[in-house]
């Protein structure tokens, strides 16, 4: 006869609303973890699929993922050029808020180098990658854009032709990818008055020149679009990814670029680990404690209710010495209970998780080694909890079962 | 059965606290029951009944003097002679004057608790329970809980639980004060009846003069000092 399960049988409502309750928090203390290895994963994820041996960015910076890079354009073709550089392409990445169907929405638009990159390494989930070096969008399911829809920005019109799960930027807004030109007029898109201003500007600044006024041929030049002037540098990129040809040594061609005086060099490691010292790093200590907080309060409350239960059992308790159980009877009775509210509180903080965690706006990933983890650490605290009851329990004599 | 004495006590002394708070609850209380006796005590409230029933029960040591069971010294002063837990288990039933039952177990579980901590298997201890409570009259209500149970009921599924592992010594503190006095003769009538049958010394606090004829022996209790009352059983 198992005298834990009668007695919570006898208890069942309170011992069930109980477990519930360590149940949601362990279920939070879950979901904490996860939103955390939800933001490594995020953060990285980019940086792992883009299939990139190394990123050419802005001297002394982390890197567009990071903070804002600059690198002229022209320096997809130096690199290019260096000895053992298999591919070399732009990188163009930005974050834009926009007005979308009255709604601001944020999206992170980066530029896939047409037409050596259209997308095929994305992780699709519905449409396809581009077929066309303008106008088609491949946007991330938290856009909560659709497959075919037309979304205005700037000047021009784009159609989501590819849906992607999960590509979001380490802030968190959805990406949406474009040819690299589009992704630069996103970004330089300016007010038709603001060009306008521009090249009046332009005009008077080269009438002040003694060259503009003898040769008026140019201030006409300057009038026009930027694109179309050759001394005006074309807009900038933000990094250069570059892979190694087989057979070549990464940290070779990694060396040649970064002797260069206008660029760093950081390997796919190196970005990773920038990325997640950087902005990762207070997130992780954040939840940690958190997590921490949360599992102690779990625990208190768990001997807290453990304790009453006993409380509340001390006359049965006495009464059973009485009649010649053994401590042992006793005390594995309340560790029993102990692990059954620890077990059943864990399985249904795990279920309720699974079923709520996929309707956050962000990644929650429940990994194998952290539920392992928090098991262990809940057994841990189903044990502890109990010794507050099961000290009282040995301390009652079992003459005041006849009080 | 045997020819020792089923309980013997020889000189129980038992003083509460210490100093201004001394108390002393029991004198030199001495008391000889054969087996198959069965010993009514009587006496005031704070007489110290139950402060003797529980020492003989191993469960509150006396200051001084010693208690044999079945011939044995179990209990020297304050010293334990034997595991006590082990030895009420396995010689003693206990019957209070009432919450003997445990809530959370029906009267069938309550009953076979006390033979499967006695190392009974499950099966043969389920059988046994629902025997002992059929013997008593309440099979019908085996599996209610103690709260479902009517006061006499109650008695009964405690009565059937003390008498689970056979013991040779049965002891009870005023089982009938909750019952009504009919109830109450029942089972002080089964006391008897099992006493006789099992060979076992019975030990009964009570307040219930009606019922003394069906006593062997009565002793009466005043001021923590036993003397037997045999004079003052009334025409049986
Ligand atoms: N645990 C205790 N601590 C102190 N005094 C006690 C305790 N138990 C009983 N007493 C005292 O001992 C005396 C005898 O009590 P008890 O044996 O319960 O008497 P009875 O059962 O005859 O009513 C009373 O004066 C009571 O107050
Ligand atoms: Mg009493």
Same mark, same amino acid.
């Given at each position: 006869?198992?005298?834990?399960?009668? #007695?919570?049988?006898?208890?069942?409502?309170?011992?069930?609303?109980?477990?519930?309750? !360590?149940?949601?928090?362990?279920?939070? !203390?879950?979901?904490?973890?996860?939103?955390?290895? /939800? &933001?490594?994963? %995020?953060?990285?994820?980019? &940086?792992?699929?883009?299939?990139? #041996?190394?990123?050419?960015?802005?001297?002394?910076?982390? $890197?567009?993922?990071?903070?804002?890079?600059?690198?002229?354009?022209?320096?997809?073709? +130096?690199?290019?050029?260096?000895?053992?550089?298999?591919?070399?392409?732009?990188?163009?990445?930005?974050?834009i808020q926009r007005e979308y169907e009255g709604k601001p929405i944020r999206i992170a638009v980066l530029g896939l180098s047409w037409p050596t990159d259209?997308?095929?390494?994305?992780?699709?989930?519905?449409?396809?990658?581009?077929?066309?070096?303008?106008?088609?969008?491949?946007? #991330?399911?938290?856009?909560?854009?659709?497959?075919?829809? %037309?979304?205005?920005? /700037?000047?021009?019109?784009?159609?989501?032709?590819?849906?992607?799960?999960?590509?979001?930027?380490?802030? /968190?807004?959805?990406?949406?990818?474009?040819?690299?030109?589009?992704?630069?007029?996103?970004?330089? #898109?300016?007010?038709?008055?603001?060009? +306008?201003?521009?090249?009046?500007?332009?005009?008077?600044? /080269?009438?002040?020149?003694?060259? $503009?006024?003898?040769?008026?041929?140019?201030?006409?030049?300057?009038?026009?679009?930027?694109?179309?002037?050759?001394?005006?540098?074309?807009?900038?990129?933000?990094?250069?990814?570059?892979?190694?040809?087989? $057979?070549?040594?990464?940290?070779?061609?990694?060396?040649?670029?970064?002797?260069?005086?206008?660029?760093?060099?950081?390997? +796919?490691?190196?970005?990773?680990?920038?990325?997640?010292?950087?902005?990762?790093?207070?997130?992780?200590?954040?939840?940690?404690?958190?997590?921490?907080?949360?599992?102690?309060?779990?625990?208190? &409350?768990?001997?807290?209710?453990?304790?009453?239960?006993?409380? %509340?059992?001390?006359?049965?308790?006495?009464?059973?010495?009485?009649?010649?159980?053994?401590?042992?009877?006793?005390?594995?009775?309340i560790l029993q209970q102990a692990l059954v509210l620890g077990v059943l509180g864990y399985g249904i903080g795990y279920l309720v998780g699974q079923r709520i965690f996929p309707q956050f706006p962000r990644r929650v990933i429940l990994t194998q080694d952290d539920l392992m983890q928090l098991a262990a650490i809940v057994l841990a605290i189903s044990v502890l909890s109990s010794l507050l009851g099961i000290w009282k329990a040995m301390r009652i004599s079992p003459n005041e079962a006849i009080a | 059965m045997n020819d020792h004495l089923a309980i013997e006590t020889d000189k129980l002394t038992k003083v509460y606290g210490s100093g201004n708070t001394e108390v002393v609850a029991m004198r030199e209380a001495s008391m000889r029951v054969r087996p198959g006796e069965v010993v009514a005590l009587l006496g005031p409230s704070g007489s110290g009944k139950s402060t003797f029933l529980t020492a003989v029960g191993l469960i509150n040591p006396p200051t001084s003097g010693r208690v044999f069971i079945g011939g044995r010294l179990v209990l020297d002063g304050p010293h334990a002679r034997t595991n006590l837990g082990k030895f009420r288990r396995r010689h003693m039933g206990f019957i209070f004057q009432k919450s003997n039952l445990i809530p959370f177990l029906n009267a069938r579980e309550n009953v076979q608790i006390a033979l499967q901590l006695n190392g009974a298997t499950t099966g043969a201890a389920r059988r046994r329970a629902m025997e002992l409570l059929d013997y008593l009259g309440v099979a019908d209500r085996a599996g209610n809980y103690p709260s479902m149970l009517s006061g006499g009921q109650q008695q009964r599924a405690a009565v059937a639980r003390a008498l689970a592992n056979e013991p040779s010594v049965i002891l009870a503190d005023e089982p009938t004060a909750a019952l009504d006095s009919h109830r109450g003769r029942q089972v002080m009538e089964l006391f008897a009846k099992v006493a006789h049958e099992n060979d076992a010394g019975v030990i009964v606090v009570t307040h219930d003069h009606r019922a003394l004829d069906i006593f062997d022996t009565i002793y009466e209790m005043e001021d923590g000092v036993i003397r037997p009352m045999q004079s003052a059983v009334p025409s049986a």
């Open positions: 006869m198992n005298l834990a399960a009668k #007695d919570i049988r006898h208890n069942l409502g309170r011992f069930a609303l109980t477990t519930i309750g !360590v149940g949601m928090l362990l279920m939070i !203390v879950m979901g904490m973890g996860g939103i955390y290895r /939800g &933001i490594i994963e %995020d953060a990285t994820l980019l &940086i792992d699929h883009i299939g990139a #041996d190394m990123w050419v960015v802005q001297r002394d910076t982390r $890197g567009p993922l990071a903070e804002v890079s600059r690198v002229p354009s022209n320096l997809v073709h +130096r690199v290019a050029a260096v000895p053992g550089v298999a591919t070399s392409r732009e990188f163009v990445y930005h974050t259209k997308g095929d390494w994305l992780p699709l989930v519905a449409g396809r990658a581009l077929r066309q070096n303008h106008f088609e969008m491949i946007a #991330d399911r938290t856009l909560r854009l659709e497959l075919g829809e %037309d979304i205005k920005l /700037g000047r021009e019109t784009y159609t989501i032709v590819g849906l992607t799960a999960n590509m979001i930027s380490s802030a /968190g807004d959805g990406i949406a990818f474009v040819a690299t030109s589009d992704a630069m007029a996103i970004q330089f #898109d300016a007010a038709g008055e603001a060009v +306008r201003l521009e090249r009046e500007a332009r005009r008077s600044r /080269g009438e002040r020149y003694e060259v $503009g006024r003898q040769q008026p041929v140019l201030l006409e030049q300057a009038y026009k679009s930027s694109a179309e002037i050759p001394p005006i540098a074309p807009p900038q990129m933000s990094a250069v990814l570059v892979t190694v040809a087989p $057979g070549h040594d990464a940290e070779q061609v990694a060396a040649t670029i970064a002797a260069w005086g206008d660029v760093t060099v950081h390997t +796919r490691a190196d970005q990773r680990e920038l990325l997640l010292e950087g902005n990762v790093e207070k997130v992780r200590r954040q939840i940690g404690l958190f997590r921490i907080l949360l599992t102690v309060i779990a625990a208190i &409350i768990m001997a807290l209710i453990l304790y009453t239960l006993t409380l %509340d059992k001390l006359h049965s308790i006495a009464l059973l010495k009485l009649i010649g159980a053994p401590s042992t009877v006793i005390v594995g009775m | -």
